[in-house]
């Protein structure tokens, strides 16, 4: 089992930046591919990006691409989000999850990975 929490949401004007944290538990996250995906109100949850074990490869949603971007810190068991250049339609709930592998389009898939956070709210101000 891996648990993963979320934090470093909140409410920032159009134009800012935010850190999102997503710290895990229980299991080494290096053995994991790491997604990020949002949620907004009334939305079905998307992809907005992921990172391979070591790395090496990432992955983004075009609505986010140049924007933002995933590392992770396999040391600090830790995988990142800075978002930046922030918009009103960047507002979602974002949460952080794990799967032991993923391959092109199967990544961009919320229901192939195995494990959740529960979510940290991301809210940008016109």
């Known amino acids: 089992q891996v648990q993963l929490v979320e934090s470093g949401g909140g409410l920032v004007q159009a134009g800012g930046s935010l850190r999102l944290s997503c710290a895990a538990s229980g299991r080494r996250v290096s053995n994991y591919y790491m997604g990020w995906f949002r949620q907004a109100p009334g939305k079905e949850r998307e992809f907005v990006a992921v990172?391979?074990?070591?790395?090496?490869?990432?992955s983004y949603a075009d609505s986010v691409k140049g924007r933002f971007t995933i590392s992770r810190d396999n040391g600090a068991n830790t995988v990142y989000l800075q978002n930046d250049s922030l918009k009103p339609e960047d507002t979602a709930v974002y949460y952080c999850?794990?799967?032991?592998?993923?391959?092109?389009?199967?990544?961009?898939?919320?229901?192939?990975?195995?494990?959740w956070g529960q979510g940290t709210q991301v809210t940008v101000s016109s």
């Open positions: 990172i391979s074990w070591s790395g090496g490869s990432t």
């Open positions: 999850a794990a799967v032991s592998y993923c391959s092109g389009y199967g990544c961009y898939q919320s229901t192939g990975y195995q494990y």
